[in-house]
RNA sequence: UCAGAUGGCCGGAUGACCGCUUUUUAAUCUUGAUUAAGGGGAGGAAAGUCCGGGCUCCAGGGGAAAUGGGUGCCGGAUAACGUCCGGCAAGGGUAACCUUAGGGACAGUGCCACAGAAAACAGACUACCUGCCCGCAAGGGUCGGAAAAGGUGAAAAGGUGCGGUAAGAGCGCACCGCGUCGGCGGCAACGGCGACGGCAUGGCAAACCCCACCCGGAGCAAAACCGAAUAGGAAUCACACAGUCCGGUUGUAAAACCGGGCGCGGCUUUCUCCGCCGGUGGUUCGGGUUGGUUGCACGAGGUGUCCGGUAACGGGCAUCCCAGAUGAAUGGUCAUCGCCUGCUUUGCAGGUACAGAACCCGGCUUAUAGGCCGUCUGACUUU
RNA sequence: UGGGGGAUCGUCUAACGGUAGGACAACAGAUUCUGACUCUGUUUAUCGUGGUUCGAGUCCACGUCCCCCAG
């Protein structure tokens, strides 16, 4: 399950409705054009950081969603697990995520980490 | 060469790094996890959910009826179909070919607005014609004849031509259409031939309907098992409360128990037969679950070949195993090359469709950049 | 995933298969010193594509979008 490092080799995932409810009840987050970061309570915060994946309808069919969900889900595996504090963590796919440079989606992760001060080295 | 018609197929490729899921083998231990190596990992429509079937439950099976729904030329294919194949008819096209919910209008009911004399028992109106009467005449009246003319309309009671007549009329004739009968070809739909009739039966059934055939309902979130937790409910109302006979065991007896028959109630809308079960149904209150496994991928299966059949399709043989997720895997990034378009033409730029399995299969419908391979028709040119 | 229902002016709602009507809104005019109220008039629609029919909002087929129910 974890490594000597202590986080494990895979991020484990939101999987509950309720979970999710949770995340957005606080009302943290931070919005960028390629994706919108929403960041859960301290105080409740798991010992390594979890995320959760949000594809709505209103992007696109079902082809869109799921490749805007697997870049999201390639970015946070490669981020979180490096630069993030133990947290929840809901990543929401907008329009552009599909189609957007893969470089320009990780700055705007970074900026939002760095923003909602969860970043760390 | 140009313009068309039609059938089938494909629907990007390779490599590097980092991952996900499933499976096989091996090792380790905490016996279900980790690690390592190897194999598999979206479509022609996976879509819409419009039909058909398998499978599961409603305990199971048979018959009848009602209601409701579907299909509708004929023959065949199929597990089945509203699908497919072959044929017929009608319509369109120079043609290849295409399109068609294409049974019944003499079983009955209904509708045909406006316009028009009339919209369906044909008969009334205008107009026409011979005779008679009135009138100088124009014209009027009347006994009859006849249904040819009447601006409409989507549609007007066979059409065109000739004869015929006072005027006309299938009144007669020719051709076309229609109907009936006969025999011929075809399994049939139907076709064509001959004779006769002398025109009858307007349209709408994707209006109700009639006829023929088909259909029980719900759906893998079906259903089964394991585990945890909680409960093995309470109140009230309605309905039914039916028992009896026979045999056996215990017993002094009364009686109790067991089995069977008849009866009562329930078992998909109703009835019924076999069978099964023995209280059923409604309302209110209270309590609880949302984990795992199976179902679940060897199948009306794919590929190749041979045989039968015009074809759909069927059969034989050989060979292959080819997705299985559950907040839901099948990917992310980079590079090189295809293909298309443009140009500053030997290189750069842009583009590369529609779209993501969820129990499975056969179809239909809809979306789709671009490309490939046939077959056929018409026109033009050359030989 | 399965089942059911619907779509008519900008909004709400009518309409036997036969000229798509009404209310509110908008616009213009009248009234008023100006505005409101009131009165008169005008504009605007059958979800899309095909089919049946002489003629479809209506009947049939396919598609698009929306809503509801089960869980």
């Known amino acids: ?4 490092t202590g986080i494990p080799r895979t991020l484990p995932t939101l999987r509950r409705r309720a979970e999710f409810l949770a995340v957005a009840a606080t009302g943290k987050k931070w919005v960028t054009p390629g994706l919108i970061l929403q960041i859960g309570k301290a105080d409740n915060a798991p010992v390594h950081p979890r995320f ?58 970074t900026t939002a980490l760095r923003k909602t001060g969860c970043w760390h080295d």
């Open 52 to 109: 959760g994946l949000t594809a709505t309808k209103k992007i696109g069919n079902a082809v869109t969603r799921n490749r805007a969900r697997r870049r999201l889900r390639a970015l946070a595996q490669q981020m979180l697990r490096q630069h993030a504090v133990p947290r929840d963590y809901v990543l929401i796919a907008r329009f552009d995520t599909a189609t957007r440079d893969f470089e320009t989606l990780r700055k705007d992760l």
């Open 1 to 4: 399950m974890s490594t000597e």
